[in-house]
T-cell receptor, first 114, second 114 residues
Framework: SQTIHQWPATLVQPVGSPLSLECTVE??????LYWYRQAAGRGLQLLFYSVGIGQISSEVPQNLSASRPQDRQFILSSKKLLLSDSGFYLC?????????????FGPGTRLTVL | QKEVEQDPGPLSVPEGAIVSLNCTYS??????FMWYRQYSRKGPELLMY????GNKEDGRFTAQVDKSSKYISLFIRDSQPSDSATYLCAMSVWITGGGNKLTFGTGTQLKVEL
């Protein structure tokens, strides 16, 4: 079966510091990968998605970047965090092929920027 | 106007009640419709998945889609305290170059009381 991991689970960072969040998927190959942010009281906002290694699409201009160095690894980064980057970051995967065209989410990383 | 509208609640019901959760949408290109359940401080988990108008039942849960009215619903029968969570509707479209993109409602917070 497929599993998705995210770490760290919780992170508190000062404004201006760098960020690196990691997501890995097991049990599937060539997944589509997604990064979302969920702010308090708001829905999920798609930040980046990737259909393959080195292929990154950005949904919104912002202080963040994403990379996919390996087939099942997706990284969210920032060089300098802003207060507005605080939120719950979720990684999701979608099977490249299969009956259900939907996405499955990881446990999330709660980021607080102070 | 948002592509997907969902009443944020909170919705409070007694144990055993029938719960009705709803979303409306404006984009006719949406092809697949999902309901996710999200417990506090956790990642969303897929609850129901449908792709055609009509009803789909899974245990105590029934998902209903009316494409002509651009309206989807989730019904929970015999609600339990363990159903207390935020319920997110989501809809998907294909992305140029492969993969899909989900658009989420803001979520309805449900509390089932003893």
């Amino acid at each position: 079966s497929q599993t998705i991991h995210q770490w760290p689970a919780t992170l508190v960072q000062p404004v201006g510091s760098p960020l690196s969040l990691e997501c890995t998927v097991e049990g599937t190959s060539n997944p589509n990968l997604y990064w979302y942010r969920q702010a308090a009281g708001r829905g999920l906002q798609l930040l980046f998605y990737s259909v393959g290694i080195g292929q990154i699409s950005s949904e919104v201009p912002q202080n963040l970047s994403a990379s996919r160095p390996q087939d099942r690894q997706f990284i969210l980064s920032s060089k300098k965090l802003l207060l507005s980057d605080s939120g719950f970051y979720l990684c999701a995967w979608r099977a490249d092929r299969g009956l259900k065209d939907t996405q499955y989410f990881g446990p999330g990383t709660r980021l607080t920027v102070l | 106007q948002k592509e997907v509208e969902q009443d944020p609640g909170p919705l409070s019901v007694p144990e055993g009640a029938i719960v009705s959760l709803n979303c409306t949408y404006s984009n006719s290109a949406f092809q697949y419709f999902m309901w996710y359940r999200q417990y506090s401080r956790k990642g969303p988990e897929l609850l129901m998945y449908t792709y055609s108008s009509g009803n789909k039942e899974d245990g105590r849960f029934t998902a209903q889609v009316d494409k002509s009215s651009k309206y989807i619903s989730l019904f929970i029968r015999d609600s339990q305290p363990s159903d207390s969570a935020t319920y997110l509707c989501a809809m998907s479209v294909w992305i140029t170059g492969g993969g899909n993109k989900l658009t989420f409602g803001t979520g309805t917070q449900l509390k089932v009381e003893l």
